[in-house]
């Protein structure tokens, strides 16, 4: 979005605040500007004749040109074959991102059997191998902090690439890997930090392709991410007992590979801030539904972790289900997280995100709580189902409530990186945590599964309570209301 002076920017609509950075929030979001009409009336630039600067011709050109690259452009056309093919290129790249962070759960069932590559069976506790997805969860969302800004700053496509990269070295790395701390360097920290450079700005870019369609645009992208928790763990399952355990997570790195031509080849950044940001923006420290929304989805990453990474453990160890089985749980849970994805979002462009994202978190909550009181393979699988569905939208939704919280739409793309880059703190807390209860002696001598969900529950819960909150604060008490 280009930035110029007040005196020299004489295009109605078009907002500056205090730094003197334009900002048409109509173009941004979709609503008209009430105060358009008002600036045009009362603002004596707008007034003046055009004979009352008779050397006009010799000034610079006022604004950027029509549909220059770096400029503010025309509004988001919301659809074309160029808007929908960066859906499209996004929709890889969360298939590469959060489709594999959803995989990991296959990892933990894989890592804690008798065929693992850490031997002997058992010498890596529950509590550290999930260290390996936490951090790999952390690095995906950390990594905005500093691919935002760079978005920010018009590197998207060499941010892409680099993430492209890692994403597909870090798994011939870890097809080599035989001791715990490779696997933890080449999964967590080289996977991780490669998709967290595709992550933010892959769902930055779409704001300026769609306004009123943002839920919709952002719902069919985010479906990307359950197709690569529903591809991935199968691919895995069903490759290790034929090509050994090096080999599958090689097919793993190629997919990956040949997926992430998409956006590498298509997504194109629409425009881009005039003025440079700092890569913190200290203004989001003050703005208090943006650090509310974000605590609240920070406490419920926490209670989502639990469940995406000890589900499929949980019917292999208490004997509800038999290994095999065991492994598609996860593919099960990301096939209802599609629809969770897409429905819930395009219903959000009707009648706003935060309304979707209140029931969404309570729900889970409930679910998780009612994992104390599972003892058969039917209940497993129905609240895998369930809770795929409706914790789509913590994936799904929190950009676009940040899109919606973030006023100046200049700053969105280091809003975000820093929003998840707080969240990815959440990963070290959900994963680790959870097993750490998890390894306390439960009743019957075994693990202790009472703790652990209560423990994620009770936090899904919490933010649901908090997004509650938010939405009164921010909006308003009244029921039928778009927030």
Request: net charge positive.
């Amino acid at each position: 979005m280009a930035s110029s002076t007040f005196a020299e920017r004489t295009t109605p609509g078009a907002l500056t605040d205090t730094e003197g950075n334009i900002s048409d929030q109509s173009t941004a979001t979709g609503i008209p500007s009430p105060s358009r009409a008002s600036s045009e009336k009362a603002s004596p630039i707008a007034a003046a004749p055009a004979t009352a600067a008779p050397d006009a011709e010799k000034q610079p050109s006022t604004g950027p040109p029509p549909g220059g690259p770096w400029g503010a452009g025309p509004p988001p056309p919301n659809g074309g074959f160029s808007a929908w093919l960066q859906v499209a290129s996004v929709f890889f790249i969360f298939f590469n991102t959060w489709g594999l962070l959803n995989t990991f759960g296959i990892f933990q069932t894989y890592y804690e059997s008798p065929d693992s590559i850490f031997q002997p069976p058992g010498s890596v506790s529950s509590s550290n191998i999930s260290w390996i997805g936490s951090i790999q969860s952390f690095m995906v969302l950390l990594g905005g902090l500093i691919s935002g800004p760079l978005y920010d700053r018009g590197y998207l496509k060499q941010l892409i690439c680099l993430g492209a990269f890692g994403v597909v070295f870090g798994h011939m790395m870890l097809s080599l890997a035989k001791e715990y701390y490779q696997a933890l360097l080449a999964q967590g920290f080289v996977v991780g930090l490669g998709a967290g450079m595709m992550f933010t700005p892959g769902v930055a870019v779409l704001q300026s392709y769609f306004s009123t369609k943002i839920g919709l645009a952002t719902g069919l992208a985010a479906a990307g991410s359950s197709f690569g928790g529903v591809v991935y763990p199968i691919v895995f399952y069903r490759l290790i007992d034929r090509i050994g355990y090096g080999w599958s997570v090689r097919v793993i790195g190629f997919i990956a590979l040949g997926t992430l031509a998409v956006p590498v080849v298509f997504l194109k950044q629409r425009s881009k801030p005039g003025r440079v940001r700092a890569f913190v923006d200290m203004t989001a420290f003050s703005d208090g539904p943006y650090m509310l929304f974000t605590f609240g989805a920070f406490v419920g990453f926490i209670g989502l972790y639990t469940m995406l990474f000890y589900l499929s453990f949980f019917g292999l160890d208490t004997g509800a289900t038999d290994p095999a089985m065991a492994f598609y749980i996860v593919p099960i849970l990301n096939a209802a997280s599609m629809f969770g994805r897409t429905l819930p979002n395009w219903l959000s462009d009707r009648v706003g995100p935060f309304n979707i994202l209140i029931p969404g978190a309570l729900v889970c909550g409930g679910l998780t709580l009612g994992m104390i009181g599972v003892k058969g393979l039917g209940a497993i699988i129905a609240i895998a189902i369930l809770f795929g569905f409706f914790s789509g939208v913590f994936i799904a939704l929190p950009t676009v409530c940040y899109i919606v919280l973030t006023k100046d739409k200049s700053r969105l793309g280091s809003r975000i990186g820093m929003g998840y880059a707080f969240l990815g703190l959440a990963t070290l807390i959900g994963g680790p945590g959870g097993g750490a209860i998890l390894q306390q002696t439960g009743s019957g001598g075994g693990h202790n599964w009472t703790g652990m969900w209560t423990f994620g529950g009770v936090m899904l819960l919490a933010s649901g309570v908090l997004f509650a909150v938010l939405r009164g604060w921010r909006f308003g008490v009244r029921l039928m209301m778009k927030a």
